[in-house]
């Protein structure tokens, strides 16, 4: 069965750094388009990176360009968010989510397997 799994969620102080992985079972990554989405309370999810076409194109929501780095470990079938100077704003549940055909866009709409999900929280 097919999923996707994050970890790496947590507290941290306005400045920090964390790294969010996501662990996808039961298909390979370079058939699959996957993205970070988050969603802050009150407000709806949103597309945070994209990595799609075998690792070839990343792209990056313009909040969280020059902060944020999406990149995949193949040999673990595991994709890394990794978050630096973290500011109160991207509080958030972050999720991985993942689309057939690695050529597709990421889009809130159009992903086929949805992780639960982990908690970020930026203090000021």
């Known amino acids: 069965q097919a999923q996707v799994v994050e970890s790496g969620g947590g507290s941290v102080q306005f400045g920090g750094s964390l790294r969010l992985s996501c662990a996808v079972l039961?298909?390979?990554?370079?058939?699959?388009?996957i993205g970070w989405f988050r969603e802050a309370p009150g407000k709806e999810r949103e597309g945070v990176s994209c990595i799609r076409n075998s690792g070839n194109s990343t792209s990056y929501a313009d909040s969280v360009k020059g902060r944020f780095t999406m990149s995949r470990d193949n040999a673990k079938n595991t994709v890394y968010l990794q978050m630096n100077s973290l500011k109160p704003e991207d509080t958030a549940r972050y999720y991985c989510?993942?689309?057939?055909?690695?050529?597709?866009?990421?889009?809130?709409?159009?992903?086929?397997?949805w992780g639960e999900g982990t908690l970020v929280t930026v203090s000021s």
């Open positions: 039961g298909f390979g990554l370079d058939y699959y388009a």
């Open positions: 989510a993942a689309r057939r055909y690695a050529w597709n866009i990421c889009s809130v709409d159009g992903m086929d397997y």
